[in-house]
């Protein structure tokens, strides 16, 4: 029975961090920035690794009204990279205010305000924006699996 409750207790401290374990405030804190980080003016392809660090391999995307899917693909990640790169530098200011961070079972909620100017980098138009957004970035593993973004 001993031997049984040793090797039970060896598996719990063996399993990785869950995300009732990670304080989900302090993820979400660091997450923000890391995004904000990546969407100024100066960002640079090291500030969209850092923020790739956050995410699975098989991330999830859904980016409302824009983009309805939120499928897991294994190549998540690296769409992400893709598009990222393809928008960076193209704000010429930008600007956001995290207004709250809502901690939950494997879930945190992030609301923020944001406000950019830019040029798109497909029609050359400039871009004037500013909205609220609210992301909902299930946990798996310490990492973001989903990430479900509506924006105003």
């Not at 923020?51 to 690296?78: A, C, M, W």
């Not at 494997?106 to 798109?120: A, D, E, L, M």
Request: proline share 4%.
């Amino acid at each position: 029975m001993r031997k049984a409750i040793l090797f039970i207790s060896f598996i719990f401290i063996c399993l990785p961090v869950s995300a009732e374990e990670l304080d989900l405030t302090e993820f979400g804190k660091s997450y923000f920035a890391a995004w904000k980080a990546t969407q100024v003016p100066n960002a640079t392809k090291k500030d969209i690794e850092h923020y790739l660090s956050f995410l699975k391999e098989d991330i999830g995307h859904q980016h409302l009204p824009y983009v309805n899917d939120d499928s897991r693909i294994p190549t998540g990640k690296q769409n992400m990279r893709s598009g990222m790169a393809y928008y960076l530098g193209a704000h010429t200011q930008y600007s956001a205010k995290l207004n709250e961070i809502v901690p939950a079972h494997n879930v945190v909620v992030i609301k923020y305000f944001t406000k950019s100017s830019g040029v798109h980098p497909q029609t050359k138009e400039v871009v004037n924006q500013s909205y609220d957004t609210m992301e909902v970035l299930e946990i798996e593993d310490g990492k973001v699996s989903v990430i479900r973004k509506y924006s105003e």
